[in-house]
């Protein structure tokens, strides 16, 4: 593929950045880049009303934090109002669209009687050929493309195949409202036209514009994109993705404690194969990724999956980075969903030093920090029903009895904090489990937690101790 591949990705900021249009973006990317190309970013706010500022920074933001770089600065469809005015304008003077009147009572009309008559409620084009004499006075005209009767409009389209629609059920669209603003299917063609973009890889709800859009594209002279139209995502139960699916804004996966790089991996995966690969690099997305290897029936999001991609990611991580990862969420969190001191350094220090452990179990950074509290909690301190009813006197006797050996520890590593609680456990004639479970309590304030001699080696000598003295008095 030349230098020249152009692709884009082209949201509209009415909401966040959900996780269908991450995968659309992620698609895009990694096409233009496989085929040294660019993507650009087009920010679709025509609708004044509805775009926010909260909205384009959410795109922006989810973006990049799941590294995805676009070429060039963000356009904005907005600020180009004055180019679309003018195509619609010369698509007038060629004859290629004209001004209509009809009103919404005339429109409603004809949407009754198609329903009536068993037929699609299209446009019947009553001022296709009418003389602009018969214009009425003071009412503002839409400007409708004068879309071709005869023949077929065909896309080749990269994912679904061959589409063929007859012209005669496409009806004059509206390229330019009363109020002078340019739609969408308009504002579109304009738009990939003037950004160089020769490929338009979107979402499949687009597909009924594409046929519209080649038509607007041949009355301008210009050449198409490639099109590639890409299925929906639904849920595992096979029902359009909502939002107890999965259907929620690349910064809640984000708040959840996923990783970009696993979401990334399970988004490309996501509708797309490369034999049975499950586990991508970056490198090997962008030298695999082509527009064939996309399925046509829609994708299925499952939790599990993403989850278990997401735990082998943060195995392959670097201790320091996950915990530093875990640390850059906080201000996501809400307050009851962060650890205690979240603010103290020497915990963030304990908790990487923790992680070799604490990541064999996790699926998400949150899972680390709630598995990994016992780093974070002050002394005294709060045991949990569980933790308190293993803490009886005969516990506390057993643990106490800890103290001297431990002490005595000079080396704290965990062979020789294990070798020290194995001998005073065959010493006392207890199993293991049975000063285990209540040292496991006394340290973290719960009945689970990592393997207990990392959770000793964690904690250091000193705060061990002390802990346990905390039980005992």
Not at 332 to 347: C, I, S, T
Request: proline letters at 5%; aromatic letters at 6%; hydrophobic letters at 40%.
């Amino acid at each position: 593929m030349s230098q020249s591949v152009v692709t884009r990705f082209a949201p509209s900021p009415t909401g966040f950045l959900h996780i269908g249009g991450a995968r659309t973006a992620l698609f895009n990317w990694l096409y233009a880049k496989g085929n040294g190309g660019r993507m650009l970013l087009r920010i679709e706010d025509t609708d004044r009303k509805r775009s926010t500022k909260e909205a384009i920074d959410a795109i922006l933001d989810g973006l990049t934090w799941l590294g995805i770089e676009w070429d060039d600065e963000p356009v904005y469809q907005h600020t180009r109002v004055d180019r679309h005015q003018q195509i619609v304008a010369e698509l007038l003077e060629k004859g290629l669209a004209y001004r209509c009147y009809a009103t919404p009572e005339e429109l409603e009309e004809m949407r009754n009687q198609a329903h009536a008559e068993g037929r699609t409620a299209v446009y019947d084009g009553m001022w296709r050929d009418r003389d602009p004499s018969d214009a009425p006075d003071g009412v503002a005209p839409a400007i409708r493309f004068k879309a071709p009767k005869e023949g077929e409009t065909v896309i080749d389209d990269q994912v679904m195949g061959t589409i063929t629609v007859a012209n005669k059920d496409l009806d004059d669209l509206i390229i330019q409202r009363s109020d002078g603003t340019p739609t969408y299917n308009l504002a579109v063609v304009v738009d990939d036209h003037d950004m160089g973009v020769t490929h338009a890889i979107r979402g499949g709800d687009h597909l009924t514009n594409a046929s519209r859009q080649a038509q607007i594209y041949k009355a301008l002279g210009w050449d198409e994109p490639v099109f590639a139209h890409v299925p929906l995502i639904h849920g595992e139960d096979g029902a359009k993705l909502s939002k107890r699916h999965g259907a929620l804004s690349v910064q809640a996966y984000r708040t959840m404690g996923y990783l970009p790089a696993a979401l990334r991996n399970y988004l490309v995966r996501l509708g797309w194969s490369h034999g049975d690969d499950e586990i991508f690099s970056t490198a090997q997305m962008i030298e695999w990724f082509d527009l064939p290897g996309i399925g046509r029936s829609p994708a299925r999001f499952d939790f599990n999956k993403l989850e278990n991609l997401n735990a082998h990611y943060m195995r392959a991580t670097d201790n320091r980075e996950l915990a530093g990862l875990a640390r850059a969420l906080l201000p996501d969190l809400k307050a009851e969903d962060q650890p205690p001191n979240a603010d103290d350094d020497a915990a963030w220090e304990k908790l990487a030093l923790a992680m070799p452990d604490l990541k064999k179990r996790a699926k998400t950074l949150l899972d680390i920090m709630e598995t990994g509290r016992f780093v974070f909690v002050s002394r005294p301190l709060d045991m949990d029903e569980k933790a308190a009813g293993i803490l009886d006197s005969e516990a506390c006797g057993v643990i106490a009895g800890l103290v001297d050996p431990l002490s005595h520890i000079e080396d704290w590593s965990v062979e020789n904090i294990e070798q020290a609680i194995r001998e005073y456990a065959e010493a006392a004639d207890l199993k293991l489990g049975k000063v285990a479970q209540p040292m496991r309590a006394a340290l973290t304030g719960r009945a689970t937690s990592p393997g207990i001699f990392d959770v000793l080696h964690v904690l250091g000598k000193d705060e061990t101790i002390a802990r346990i003295q905390d039980q005992i008095h």
